[in-house]
């Protein structure tokens, strides 16, 4: 079975600062994974996404997250953070063949202070 | 290109009764999942079905069920409701496989009184 840990539940962080949001993933077998963002009163949208590859992915709105196999991590990074970026975020793996199903971690409540 | 849309977005039912969530897909995605959000336990993967068929399943009751139409729109069904099933419910639509990225809708939050 597949399992997802982020490290932080909060994060607070001041505008303009960079943040790192932590992922670690424990499977058996390879994995996809990604990041998802919520903000308030709305569904998950996707910010990036690793396949194969490359082990550093960029997504949306200047994120980005480096794929580590032999520490099972996969951690999002922001260089400079924006009121804007404020959500919670998720980290999820899901297996290479077979049904869509993501297994999610926990989640990451970003918050950017001015 | 629509997104998916999840109706009723909000619904208050009271224990014991039922109730239906419905989900559009995106338009030409076949794959449809649904996902329960909680505060205590997250997000946790309820059902997938693609072509109108169950491809998968998480570790839910049988009170939980779902169908796909040929249109592939989907509903899922909760049968005599309790107190633990408040929740958002998501929808999410992809076109296949498990490389390809789910798109979720704004979900409905059930209440049970």
């Known amino acids: 079975a597949q399992s997802v840990t982020q490290l932080d539940s909060q994060v607070p962080v001041f505008e303009e600062a960079p943040v790192e949001l932590r992922c670690n993933y424990s499977?058996?077998?390879?994995?996809?994974l990604f990041w998802y963002v919520q903000y308030p009163n709305q569904g998950l949208q996707l910010l990036l996404k690793?396949?194969?590859?490359?082990?550093l992915v960029k997504g949306i709105n200047g994120f980005e997250a480096e794929f580590n196999k032999s520490q099972t991590s996969f951690h999002l990074r922001k260089p400079s953070v924006h009121i804007s970026d404020t959500a919670e975020y998720f980290c999820?793996?899901?297996?290479?063949?077979?049904?869509?199903?993501?297994?999610f971690g926990q989640g990451t409540r970003l918050t950017i202070n001015p | 290109k629509a997104g998916v849309t999840q109706t009723p977005r909000y619904l208050i039912k009271t224990r014991g009764q039922q109730v239906t969530l419905s989900c559009s897909p995106i338009s030409g995605h076949r794959s449809v999942s649904w996902y329960q959000q909680t505060p205590g336990q997250g997000l946790q993967f309820l059902f997938e079905y693609f072509s109108e068929t169950q491809r998968n399943k998480g570790n839910f009751p049988g009170r939980f069920s779902g169908r796909q139409f040929s249109n592939s729109r989907s509903e899922m069904n909760v049968s005599t409701l309790e107190l633990g099933d408040s929740a958002l419910y998501l929808c999410?639509?992809?076109?296949?496989?498990?490389?390809?990225?789910?798109?979720f809708g704004n979900g409905t939050r059930l209440t049970v009184t």
């Open positions: 499977s058996s077998v390879s994995v996809y």
């Open positions: 690793y396949l194969s590859g490359s082990t």
């Open positions: 999820a793996v899901s297996l290479l063949q077979g049904a869509q199903k993501l297994v």
């Open positions: 999410a639509s992809s076109f296949n496989g498990a490389d390809s990225p789910l798109h």
